[in-house]
């Protein structure tokens, strides 16, 4: 019984190799959960202050969106930019929001026939961005990042 128990103490010292465990390399973690990460999306999207109680993405984007469009239209009111000309288009605006915060119009896109319509379109639409107050950043797993952007902006006029 003796010897029994001598070669089972001598078999579980020996086999004692098969539970170590190999050390994965940090290197190899971060690469592995790097290609797991969707980086075409967001966890969080921009937000302005009034935006804060919005919890889902989409609720988020949309505010994000109708926030900026609120004050592009507040700007084109206050301006009174008056058309005799009927004006149906939709513009592009490239926009930006770096992680800190700061939004940037990169480009805007508009049909020349519209602006020859309305000169000072462009002037309008920056000077309303610019008078917002800044957003807080998109969020990535905690960390703010860099998004931009390319939101239609409709402009329908009726003839005067």
């Known amino acids: 019984m003796?010897?029994?128990?001598?070669?089972?103490?001598?078999?579980?010292?020996?086999?004692?190799?098969?539970?170590?465990?190999?050390?994965?390399?940090?290197?190899?973690?971060?690469?592995?959960?790097?290609?797991?990460?969707?980086?075409?999306?967001?966890?969080?999207?921009?937000?302005?202050?009034?935006?804060?109680?919005?919890?889902?993405?989409?609720?988020?984007?949309?505010?994000?969106?109708?926030s900026i469009f609120a004050a592009i239209q507040q700007e084109l009111y206050q301006e009174g930019i008056d058309t005799y000309h009927q004006v149906q288009d939709t513009l592009k605006l490239f926009i930006e929001v770096n992680h800190q915060g700061t939004l940037t119009v990169s480009d805007i896109l508009v049909d020349s026939l519209t602006l020859k319509k309305i000169p000072a379109l462009k002037s309008v639409i920056l000077n309303g961005i610019q008078q917002m107050q800044p957003p807080a950043p998109a969020y990535k797993r905690g960390v703010p990042v860099t998004v931009k952007c390319i939101l239609p902006f409709v402009i329908d006029t009726k003839e005067l």
């Open 2 to 66: 003796k010897q029994i128990s001598f070669l089972l103490l001598i078999h579980l010292l020996v086999s004692c190799q098969y539970f170590d465990t190999q050390r994965i390399p940090s290197e190899q973690v971060f690469d592995e959960e790097v290609k797991l990460v969707d980086w075409s999306d967001v966890d969080t999207y921009p937000s302005f202050k009034t935006c804060d109680s919005e919890t889902e993405k989409l609720a988020q984007q949309a505010c994000f969106q109708q």
